[in-house]
């Protein structure tokens, strides 16, 4: 991970980036006349972006558009760090020192935050020559005469979340397994201060969990049930928020195999459990006044002889009967059980993160999280802030009890397929089922996985939810 640390002065030594919003605020920096009138040149072409030279120091200037409102502002700052990022590594540079003109904290956190992310690489199986596929860019040197220590620190914090939750994503199941998940987790809680619980296949049977089991038994390798709690003493919740992350850590579609393309990028079908344990990670370690359990049902849906085939009727963790009608909607059935489970905790909110569908991914695409529930209009709306904070947008489908009916089974007394309207809310209607307590859905299938680099959003896993979780848990 790239170093971020709090400059004290303006080194001369290492490249300057500047961030700034407006002529007058660029003063203080001391730049020659033929670097200020590159720099002035660039404002009136509209140029975003200005790499100069200052005598021996080279400077990028971003320059802001204030005239955008405060997080899509925010958000612009995000993506202009991404493009200074790619011309600092392209020119082989290691270590800068990012300035605010402004004073604006926010907004150099902001600007840091898209550094760090975009910044990221997966290379754990690079091994011919390491060091020519890794990103130049070690350190970031920050330069704000505002800026708080714990903003900073708490920044750190979530950048190793939000990375953490993208090695998981990327890791295949060759490595990281049901088993070697659940040990990752207890590894995070170790670290972070949080109680962790592993459930083997010989207690999940014992508690009667017919849809992770059911889900699993097409697998050599057992399913696993992780429990995680932080409750700290100045908790400010009296009872606790669950967290429920979907953990399939690789999905062939079980007998409805999925065809052509469909296999390649199923490793992130565990994308929710990253964003769950990740976010457990980050507020444990920030040590933020909150009591949160997560819960983590993992398994592969794979395919043998004893696999479960559309037809079958499964007797879930709450009682409730289920019509299979199709093996590849597997998600929802572990989750049912992992959601009934956390009732016993009589939780004042569930939040529940899964790639579940194609058809909110195919509703929205790759460019926010599809959401719905039962939670209160005020719950809503803050969750809503913070996914503006962090651009990691909610997009909030009906959740209409005529939906309802189109899960009724005629052999048992729900299926687990909705029909060909309204897919991504059937799925969260089947999960509303199994838990009573205020509950939101968040099918993150378009934006945890991508196919190519999105601005400061890598290839691959992009640990979306860990800064959403993060930015709502820090403002309760």
Not at 12 to 31: C, D, P, Q, Y
Not at 160 to 177: C, G, H, I, K, Y
Not at 190 to 198: I, L, Q
Not at 280 to 297: E, G, N, R, S, T
Request: with cysteine; net charge positive.
């Amino acid at each position: 991970m790239t170093v971020l640390k709090r400059a004290k002065s303006l080194p001369a030594e290492t490249m300057l980036v500047i961030i700034a919003g407006k002529k007058s605020s660029m003063n203080r920096f001391r730049l020659s006349e033929s670097a200020i009138a590159e720099i002035n040149k660039a404002w009136e072409s509209d140029r975003k972006q200005v790499q100069v030279s200052n005598g021996k120091q080279q400077v990028i200037v971003c320059l802001k558009d204030n005239s955008a409102e405060a997080h899509t502002r925010k958000e612009m700052l995000r993506r202009s760090a991404a493009q200074a990022v790619t011309a600092i590594n392209e020119q082989k540079i290691q270590h800068i020192t990012l300035a605010d003109a402004d004073d604006n904290t926010g907004e150099i956190l902001a600007f840091a935050e898209g550094m760090l992310l975009s910044n990221y690489q997966f290379l754990r199986y690079k091994v011919k020559n390491p060091a020519k596929d890794a990103n130049s860019l070690t350190q970031v040197d920050v330069f704000s005469a505002r800026l708080k220590d714990q903003s900073l620190d708490r920044l750190k914090i979530v950048m190793q979340a939000t990375f953490m939750a993208r090695d998981l994503v990327n890791e295949p199941v060759s490595t990281l397994d049901a088993v070697k998940l659940a040990k990752e987790f207890q590894e995070m809680g170790k670290d972070a201060g949080f109680r962790v619980e592993v459930f083997g296949k010989s207690k999940i049977e014992s508690l009667k969990m017919g849809g992770l089991l059911a889900v699993n038994r097409g697998s050599d390798i057992p399913p696993t049930f992780t429990v995680m709690e932080y409750k700290p003493r100045n908790a400010k919740n009296k009872k606790p928020v669950v967290l429920v992350g979907k953990g399939v850590v690789f999905d062939t579609g079980g007998y409805n195999i999925k065809v052509g393309a469909g296999m390649e990028t199923m490793k992130c079908d565990m994308g929710g459990a990253a964003a769950v344990g990740a976010s457990m990670w980050a507020i444990a370690k920030a040590k933020l006044p909150v009591h949160v359990i997560a819960l983590v049902p993992a398994t592969d849906n794979r395919i043998n002889g004893s696999a479960y085939v559309a037809g079958d009727v499964l007797t879930m963790y709450s009682g409730l009967t289920v019509e299979v009608l199709n093996t590849d909607a597997e998600g929802r059935l572990i989750l049912a059980d992992a959601l009934a489970y956390g009732e016993q905790f009589d939780p004042q909110l569930v939040l529940e993160f899964s790639t579940l569908t194609g058809a909110a991914m195919a509703a929205i695409g790759s460019y926010g999280i599809v959401a719905m529930g039962t939670a209160s209009e005020r719950v809503k709306q803050k969750l809503k802030t913070s996914g503006e904070n962090v651009y990691e947008r909610l997009a909030e489908f009906p959740f209409w009890p005529e939906y309802d009916e189109l899960i009724k089974s005629d052999v048992a007394e729900i299926k687990n397929l909705g029909g060909p309207y309204g897919g991504a809310i059937t799925a969260g209607k089947f999960l509303a089922q199994f838990v009573k307590s205020p509950f939101m859905h968040f099918d993150i299938a378009g934006p945890a996985f991508l196919s190519a680099k999105d601005h400061y959003r890598p290839k691959g896993g992009t640990g979306v939810g860990v800064r959403l979780l993060f930015d709502y848990f820090a403002s309760i």
